[in-house]
């Protein structure tokens, strides 16, 4: 597969793919250069979609979905696949033993650069377009792009806590220059550019349903509190949470009253969903095409399902087979036996055997499976690779998560009244006890919630990251500290750059 790095800074990137069955459906305009083009409302629009276009990707050099890696760098899941040498940056993840050249990380860095270098031309664009374009379309797009390439340098600092910050075009002669900056200046462009769309009146609180998958004042809001609650800046929890309050109070969402539906691909941005990374199966892909975003579908939904999975009579019969990776781990099994998200979040493998069904068992298998983001038979793609063409989309930011971010923002900052209140909205929903425990009690009881409502969704990793964590529950796995909270940097872009991008600590 062909590598794309940093280089892509300079590319003049378009594309016309579109975000999913609603929105951003556009039919191919052919080949026009960048200089003539960018000149009416249709043609900035598609340069908006090029951007909404990378959220989608994950076979960007290799199987490269974070939702799946970054579950199994965590404790609620392994690596999985068929062997030990089915994917080795999987594995790598998992046991914590990424080197520069082994791991995922070149095709995530390339993946949200390419989706920045979008992001920086488009908003040049719309900074010099004609007087005919009218306002209120140059307002809202422009806080979309600010709000995409916020997210991308967001998922950056998370993953290699010193990326290179760049917010223009870089021309070629330049590309040996770009400089990494500290996470903090990183973070300080992402509060800017998510603080600028949160400031637009242009921006709407809501969409039509043609319009399914564009930016929000929600969304914006949502993910502003939780950059600003990953930093752990006790100082500013008290900001944090009245970020967070504002969506909670603004009457636009709400948990949904069967935590089974949340992740039902029939209720797709329900009153729960905040933020989603929309998936389809328009493009019919196969793999001779889906590296770069030419497929629109899913790829986490193989990877977890269970491998060579032949259903019996009802047992499973609405599951289709999968790859076998990110086998849930015994300790998450162990920790959700007795809650009532079990049956929604995992799947019990050997419940299905003992009714007849059958699977084949490999890597690191421990017969439980991820339930979230399962194949559905139903739902399998009638054309191209169904491997490739899953239509499930990803749930960024839910309401419940919002929920929890904001009692963990108010614990933090001593408002334990009303970080018990929001706590108890999420566990009331499945029927769940009160808490009443307060002070560092109740804080650890909001972590514990976090893992029960969102195992499986990728956010355990950098919860135990950021929360000090991750030696206690992920040191037995491997993890170092001082070292394994980021990624290396791809080797390939230190070589690029004749040494003038450092690599991490310890690696």
């Given at each position: 597969?062909?590598?794309?790095?940093?280089?892509?800074?300079?590319?003049?990137?378009?594309?016309?793919?579109?975000?999913?069955?609603?929105f951003?459906?556009?039919?191919?305009k052919?080949?026009?250069?960048?200089?003539?083009?960018?000149?009416?409302?249709?043609?900035?629009?598609?340069?908006i979609?090029?951007?909404?276009?990378?959220?989608?990707?994950?076979?960007?050099?290799?199987?490269?979905?974070?939702?799946?890696?970054?579950?199994?760098?965590?404790?609620?899941?392994?690596?999985?696949?068929?062997?030990?040498?089915?994917?080795?940056?999987?594995?790598?993840?998992?046991?914590?033993?990424?080197?520069?050249?082994l791991?995922?990380?070149?095709?995530i860095?390339?993946?949200?650069?390419?989706?920045?270098?979008?992001a920086?031309?488009?908003?040049?664009k719309?900074?010099?377009?004609?007087?005919?374009?009218?306002?209120?379309?140059?307002?809202?797009?422009?806080?979309?792009?600010?709000?995409?390439?916020?997210?991308?340098?967001?998922?950056?600092?998370?993953?290699?806590?010193?990326?290179?910050?760049?917010?223009?075009?870089?021309?070629?002669?330049?590309?040996?220059?770009?400089?990494?900056?500290?996470?903090?200046?990183?973070?300080?462009?992402?509060?800017?550019?998510?603080?600028?769309?949160?400031?637009?009146?242009?921006?709407?609180?809501?969409?039509?349903?043609?319009?399914?998958?564009?930016v929000?004042?929600?969304?914006?809001?949502?993910?502003?509190g939780?950059?600003?609650?990953?930093?752990?800046?006790?100082?500013?929890?008290?900001?944090?949470?009245?970020?967070?309050?504002?969506?909670?109070?603004?009457?636009l969402y709400?948990l949904?009253?069967?935590?089974?539906?949340?992740?039902?691909?029939?209720?797709?941005?329900?009153?729960?969903?905040?933020?989603?990374?929309?998936?389809?199966?328009?493009?019919?892909?196969?793999?001779?095409?889906?590296?770069?975003?030419?497929?629109?579908?899913?790829?986490?939904?193989?990877?977890f399902?269970?491998?060579?999975?032949?259903?019996?009579?009802?047992?499973?019969?609405?599951?289709?087979?999968?790859?076998?990776?990110?086998?849930?781990?015994?300790?998450?099994?162990?920790?959700?036996?007795?809650?009532?998200?079990?049956?929604?979040?995992?799947?019990?493998?050997?419940?299905?055997?003992?009714?007849?069904?059958?699977?084949?068992?490999?890597?690191?298998?421990?017969?439980?499976?991820?339930?979230?983001?399962?194949?559905?038979?139903?739902?399998?793609?009638?054309?191209?690779?169904?491997?490739?063409?899953?239509?499930?989309?990803?749930?960024?930011?839910?309401?419940?998560?919002?929920?929890?971010?904001?009692?963990?923002?108010?614990?933090?900052?001593?408002?334990?009244?009303?970080?018990?209140?929001?706590?108890?909205?999420?566990?009331?929903?499945?029927?769940?006890?009160?808490?009443?425990?307060?002070?560092?009690?109740?804080?650890?009881?909001?972590?514990?919630?976090?893992?029960?409502?969102?195992?499986?969704?990728?956010?355990?990793?950098?919860?135990?990251?950021r929360?000090?964590r991750?030696?206690?529950?992920?040191?037995?796995?491997?993890?170092?500290?001082?070292?394994?909270?980021?990624?290396?940097?791809?080797?390939?872009?230190?070589?690029?750059?004749?040494?003038?991008?450092?690599?991490?600590?310890?690696?």
């Open positions: 597969m062909k590598r794309t790095y940093i280089i892509a800074f300079i590319l003049v990137v378009f594309s016309t793919f579109s975000c999913n069955d609603d951003l459906t556009l039919e191919p052919g080949t026009a250069l960048e200089t003539n083009f960018y000149r009416t409302e249709e043609e900035l629009y598609q340069g979609v090029s951007v909404y276009d990378v959220l989608q990707w994950g076979g960007r050099n290799g199987w490269t979905m974070q939702l799946g890696l970054m579950n199994a760098a965590s404790d609620d899941c392994l690596a999985g696949g068929s062997d030990a040498s089915d994917q080795p940056s999987w594995v790598a993840m998992d046991n914590f033993t990424v080197t520069p050249s791991g995922p990380q070149a095709g860095w390339s993946k949200y650069y390419a989706g920045i270098a979008r920086n031309l488009v908003l040049e719309l900074a010099g377009a004609s007087e005919n374009i009218k306002k209120p379309f140059i307002n809202r797009a422009t806080a979309e792009v600010k709000f995409l390439r916020a997210y991308y340098y967001f998922e950056l600092v998370r993953l290699f806590g010193r990326p290179v910050l760049t917010l223009e075009r870089i021309n070629p002669d330049g590309i040996n220059a770009q400089k990494q900056v500290t996470s903090a200046e990183v973070y300080a462009q992402i509060e800017a550019d998510l603080r600028d769309a949160y400031n637009t009146f242009d921006l709407p609180t809501s969409v039509p349903l043609s319009e399914t998958g564009r929000t004042l929600g969304a914006v809001t949502s993910l502003l939780k950059v600003i609650l990953y930093q752990n800046d006790p100082a500013r929890m008290a900001e944090a949470a009245t970020l967070l309050e504002e969506v909670i109070s603004s009457g709400a949904e009253t069967d935590y089974g539906q949340i992740f039902n691909p029939a209720n797709e941005w329900g009153v729960e969903s905040i933020f989603e990374i929309n998936h389809s199966e328009n493009q019919r892909g196969g793999y001779g095409n889906f590296g770069n975003g030419e497929t629109e579908g899913n790829y986490n939904i193989q990877f399902g269970m491998r060579d999975f032949i259903p019996s009579g009802t047992a499973g019969s609405i599951f289709a087979a999968g790859w076998g990776f990110c086998p849930v781990s015994e300790s998450l099994v162990e920790f959700m036996k007795n809650d009532p998200r079990f049956a929604h979040t995992i799947i019990d493998g050997k419940a299905l055997t003992a009714s007849g069904a059958s699977y084949s068992t490999g890597y690191q298998n421990t017969d439980y499976f991820i339930r979230k983001y399962c194949p559905i038979e139903s739902l399998r793609a009638g054309d191209g690779e169904p491997a490739l063409n899953w239509r499930m989309n990803e749930k960024v930011i839910r309401y419940a998560d919002v929920l929890l971010m904001c009692a963990e923002a108010h614990a933090l900052s001593g408002n334990d009244a009303r970080a018990r209140t929001l706590t108890n909205r999420v566990r009331s929903r499945v029927g769940l006890q009160p808490l009443n425990s307060s002070g560092t009690a109740l804080l650890d009881a909001i972590y514990r919630e976090r893992r029960m409502e969102l195992a499986t969704e990728g956010h355990r990793f950098f919860d135990l990251v929360s000090g991750a030696v206690e529950f992920l040191g037995p796995l491997g993890f170092t500290a001082n070292k394994n909270e980021v990624l290396p940097l791809p080797q390939v872009e230190i070589d690029i750059s004749n040494g003038v991008i450092k690599q991490n600590n310890n690696y």
